[in-house]
């Protein structure tokens, strides 16, 4: 059985900095893109970053680029996100998933982890 599981979340003051991982089990991804995905309350889930297979390529959305750093280690199986200089409105459910063609590929969402930034 195929599982991501989210880890590193927490409470933290603005300007603070979090370190997410993303764990694979079952399978390897080595070979996909992987990305970050948050989601706030009331709000759609929304892409944060992205990375290539080889991590070569990083994507990253407007709102978090430049205090976010994405990152992979195949032979562990498992991004990481660094978040820097975080502000409140980075409060939200953080996820991980394999792409396919710049979309995630349904059935792998984790449990998420929840990060709370304070004003």
């Known amino acids: 059985q195929v599982q991501l599981a989210e880890s590193g979340g927490g409470l933290v003051q603005a300007g603070g900095s979090l370190r997410l991982a993303c764990a694979a089990s079952?399978?390897?991804?080595?070979?996909?893109?992987l990305g970050w995905f948050r989601q706030a309350p009331g709000k759609e889930r929304e892409v944060v970053a992205a990375?290539?297979?080889?991590?070569?390529?990083?994507y990253y959305a407007v709102s978090v680029k430049g205090r976010f750093t994405i990152s992979r280690d195949n032979a562990k199986n498992t991004v990481y996100l660094q978040m820097n200089s975080l502000k409140p409105e980075d409060t939200a459910i953080y996820y991980c998933?394999?792409?396919?063609?710049?979309?995630?590929?349904?059935?792998?969402w984790g449990q998420g982890t929840q990060v709370t930034v304070s004003s």
């Open positions: 990375i290539t297979w080889s991590g070569v390529i990083t």
């Open positions: 079952g399978r390897t991804f080595s070979s996909y893109a």
């Open positions: 998933a394999p792409l396919e063609a710049g979309k995630p590929i349904q059935g792998y």
